[in-house]
């Protein structure tokens, strides 16, 4: 009885214990304001100070993946990948910020790869964008005619083996390759 008693005793104090590190993990209430205070200091961390300003949040299909789309007060477009947990919370996973137009990803999520394209289309001169993978046979076409700003993205076959990098190639409304 007594062992009965100690090893639900040890199940009990595991539970508690992990839960308490999961809502840790997970503390990002979902929305804007509270999004935008963790990636300012999340994106602070070890560099000086970068105060982004969230433009956009993209869910990637039905993953409990999310996009961020921010701009930094330097105007740099950048991303973050967040997780929505159990608990209907986010945690930040990793991002980036720099001076391109346009970048590409890949990220991982819990039902497979996805090759996302965040950034923006100054004057809207760009139409549409190519991501050519690499690695293995496979590109995806992105229309960002309409948007300033932009997060568009695409399931990545698992018989790709190296999703990334990626050659983008930009194309006018004309269909023509706009020179970078």
Same mark, same amino acid.
């Given at each position: 009885?007594?062992?009965?008693?100690?090893?639900?005793?040890?199940?009990?104090?595991?539970?508690?214990?992990?839960?308490?590190?999961?809502?840790n993990?997970?503390?990002?209430?979902?929305?804007?304001?509270?999004?935008?205070?963790?990636?300012?200091?999340w994106?602070?961390?070890?560099?000086?100070?970068?105060?982004?300003?969230?433009?956009?949040?993209?869910?990637?299909?039905?993953?409990?993946?999310? !996009? =961020?789309?921010? +701009?930094?007060?330097?105007?740099?477009? *950048?991303?973050?990948?967040? &997780?929505? $947990?159990?608990n209907?919370?986010?945690?930040i996973?990793?991002?980036?910020?720099?001076?391109? !137009? =346009?970048?590409? +990803?890949?990220?991982q999520?819990?039902? *497979?790869?996805?090759?996302? &394209?965040? $950034?923006k289309?100054?004057?809207?001169?760009i139409?549409?964008?190519?991501?050519?993978?690499?690695?293995?046979?496979?590109?995806?076409s992105?229309?960002?005619?309409?948007?300033?700003?932009?997060?568009?993205?695409?399931k990545?076959p698992n018989?790709?083996?190296?999703?990334?990098p990626?050659?983008?190639?930009?194309?006018?409304?004309?269909?023509?390759?706009?020179?970078?």
């Open positions: 009885m007594k062992k009965a008693i100690y090893f639900v005793s040890i199940i009990i104090l595991i539970f508690i214990g992990y839960s308490w590190y999961y809502v993990q997970y503390h990002i209430e979902d929305n804007r304001t509270a999004i935008q205070s963790n990636l300012t200091e994106s602070s961390r070890g560099s000086g100070s970068i105060h982004p300003d969230v433009i956009e949040v993209v869910q990637l299909d039905d993953t409990s993946s999310y !996009i =961020v789309l921010f +701009q930094t007060q330097s105007s740099h477009m *950048g991303y973050a990948h967040m &997780i929505k $947990g159990w209907g919370k986010f945690k996973t990793h991002s980036g910020h720099g001076t391109n !137009i =346009v970048k590409y +990803q890949k990220i999520t819990n039902k *497979g790869m996805y090759g996302i &394209i965040v $950034g289309n100054p004057d809207l001169k139409d549409h964008i190519i991501a050519d993978l690499y690695d293995g046979d496979f590109s995806f992105s229309n960002v005619r309409a948007d300033e700003k932009f997060v568009r993205y695409e990545i018989d790709i083996e190296e999703p990334f990626a050659e983008l190639t930009f194309y006018d409304k004309e269909g023509s390759v706009i020179k970078k």
